[in-house]
């Protein structure tokens, strides 16, 4: 019957080698993950195949963006069925057809701005989609800001600052809006995810969540938020409980509705977690979660031998409450 992991409203099957690779065809760091209007699920990886998509059952479509991208980091789906596909290591977003054709282009390739000088991009991570259109960017890497443009790619204003304090971050790592317009930021190594109005005006700030990397809000009034969190990677708090990696399901206000792939901790197991890098929930509340599960094994098991496979993309689908494997 499969691995049965969450609790309550939020209970999950994993579907275990869920996705139908081609043979020669491999599956690398699995950075970002999106589902479009009719559940094709876009897998944004770090190989020789950039985009892999697949239909909601798992069957290989087609793979594009060969020779386009140098390092995929972030996948948001645009509201005309776009998608916009972040590139960290060319410091650039660009928006594409679901099949793979350039639209636009926000950023000159392998031209950063300088390190932390608050303008676009350096090392940019992620994309979020306003309700008028807008589209927000978080530039985290080697920058600690957001930028607001307009749909047709103008630079509207950026906000933010290294620090800790309201309004600042160490690394904005991923970034998603509210049908209210409202803009939230996953500040990784602040350990929390920062709530702005669509113009950077700070709101409030969410905790009890560690390193989150990635973030996803369904369409619709009070959602909910997913969150993709990394473990601890330092030698004093590595295997330590209650930190990760794990998803956490939160609510409107940033309390905690479930927690998935905490217990036991970091693992290579169907329904346990390396370094959830993204996440993403389909119509019918299905959770797909990307790994950077080759970039994280030596910081978690520093010494060990890498597994002959490495699970980089995971599929959970939606049970009724009190289902058991």
């Not at 589902?35 to 190989?47: G, I």
């Not at 996953?186 to 969410?206: C, L, P, S």
């Not at 969150?227 to 708090?237: D, L």
Request: one cysteine or more; a neutral charge.
């Amino acid at each position: 019957m499969g691995v049965i992991v969450g609790s309550g409203d939020f209970t999950y099957r994993v579907c275990e080698n869920w996705a139908q690779l081609p043979p020669g065809m491999v599956l690398g760091d699995v950075a970002a993950v999106g589902v479009d209007s009719k559940d094709r699920v876009y897998v944004f990886n770090r190989s020789s195949d950039p985009m892999l998509v697949f239909d909601r059952e798992g069957a290989f479509l087609r793979s594009w963006g060969q020779g386009v991208f140098t390092h995929p980091h972030g996948v948001s789906m645009g509201p005309d069925d776009t998608i916009y596909c972040t590139d960290d290591f060319d410091h650039t977003v660009r928006k594409c057809t679901l099949d793979g054709k350039v639209l636009m282009q926000i950023g000159v390739p392998n031209r950063p701005s300088p390190f932390m000088c608050g303008r676009p991009f350096n090392r940019c991570t992620h994309t979020a989609h306003a309700p008028n259109g807008d589209l927000y960017v978080s530039d985290g890497y080697s920058n600690a800001c957001v930028h607001k443009y307009a749909p047709d790619g103008r630079h509207l204003l950026s906000w933010g600052r290294s620090g800790m304090g309201p309004g600042e971050f160490n690394l904005p790592h991923n970034v998603t809006c509210d049908d209210d317009g409202y803009v939230y930021v996953a500040d990784r190594e602040n350990h929390r995810i920062q709530v702005f109005d669509g113009n950077g005006k700070y709101e409030t700030e969410w905790h009890n969540i560690h390193r989150p990397n990635g973030l996803f809000m369904p369409r619709g009034r009070c959602p909910i938020c997913y969150v993709a969190e990394i473990g601890p990677y330092y030698a004093f708090n590595r295997g330590a409980p209650n930190l990760g990696p794990r998803v956490s399901i939160l609510d409107n206000k940033g309390a905690v509705l479930a927690r998935l792939g905490e217990d036991p901790l970091a693992g290579n197991m169907p329904g346990k977690f390396l370094a959830p890098h993204s996440i993403t929930v389909d119509s019918r509340g299905d959770v797909y979660v990307g790994e950077v599960a080759v970039t994280g094994w030596p910081s978690l098991f520093p010494g060990q031998p890498q597994p002959r496979i490495l699970r980089s993309l995971q599929k959970f689908e939606k049970v009724p409450p009190g289902t058991t494997a």
